[in-house]
């Protein structure tokens, strides 16, 4: 089964500055048919979670432009440009390429 | 309007059963993987299974395997999971989630193993 692997668990940012998540699988995320599933979500306190980015580097409508996916293969990462108070939460990765399909341990995002 | 809405949670002895359901609504069900993802209190998102869009496939995680079955009924736009032999650990909000893409989530609903 892969294994997802996030860093840093814990990331307290200054309003306005960027903010970067890291994720790794234990083996590629590149399915037979092209795609690479890699997901990520954003769960507010008290809330269910919600997609971000799809496919690696696609976001979802709605979603802010200064949140971006990026990476290959393995390795994957989250960007924020630019954190605002509204980001805070915890993100997860998730790779749904391989059955079973398996999160990341989320990072949490917090305001220094 | 996409919209999954689970049911079925509650407070059950270890070693007993429960059934959870989820309702789809506002998009063609039988075109969709659906997958069942938890969440124990305070802890990370799991994913627990998940089902081919015409019942033939079905995937667990290594913890609810031989535990734990899904199924689906197309017709009726929803899909189940009989979970048995509930433990404490499987204490959690169970989300009901569509397709590869894990991109519609509903409320959730919660299950509580407990004597």
């Known amino acids: 089964d892969v294994v997802m692997t996030q860093s840093p668990p814990s990331l307290p940012v200054t309003l306005g500055q960027p903010a970067s998540i890291s994720c790794r699988s234990s083996?590629?995320?590149?399915?037979?048919?092209?795609?690479?599933?890699l997901n990520w979500f954003q769960q507010r306190p008290g809330q269910s979670p919600r997609r971000l980015i799809y496919?690696?580097?696609n976001r979802d409508s709605g979603v802010p432009d200064r949140f971006s996916g990026s990476g290959s293969g393995t390795d994957f990462t989250l960007k924020i440009s630019r954190v605002e108070a509204e980001d805070v939460g915890v993100y997860y990765c998730m790779q749904s390429t391989h059955w079973p399909g398996a999160f990341g341990q989320g990072t949490k995002v917090e305001i220094k | 309007e996409v919209q999954l809405v689970e049911s079925g949670g509650g407070l059950v002895q270890p070693g007993g059963s429960l059934r959870l359901s989820c309702a789809a609504s506002?998009?063609?069900?039988?075109?969709?993987?659906m997958t069942w993802v938890r969440q124990a209190p305070g802890k990370g998102l799991e994913w627990v299974a998940n089902?081919?869009?015409?019942?033939?496939?079905?995937y667990y995680v290594d913890s609810v395997k031989g535990r734990f079955t899904m199924s689906r009924d197309n017709a009726k736009k929803s899909m189940y999971m009989q979970m048995n032999s509930l433990r404490a650990e499987d204490t959690a909000v169970y989300y009901c989630v569509r397709g590869r893409g894990v991109d519609v989530w509903g409320q959730g609903t919660t299950v509580t193993v407990s004597s």
């Open positions: 506002g998009f063609t069900f039988s075109n969709y993987w």
């Open positions: 089902i081919k869009p015409d019942g033939s496939e079905k």
């Open positions: 496919k690696v580097s």
């Open positions: 083996q590629s995320l590149v399915h037979s048919d092209g795609n690479t599933y």
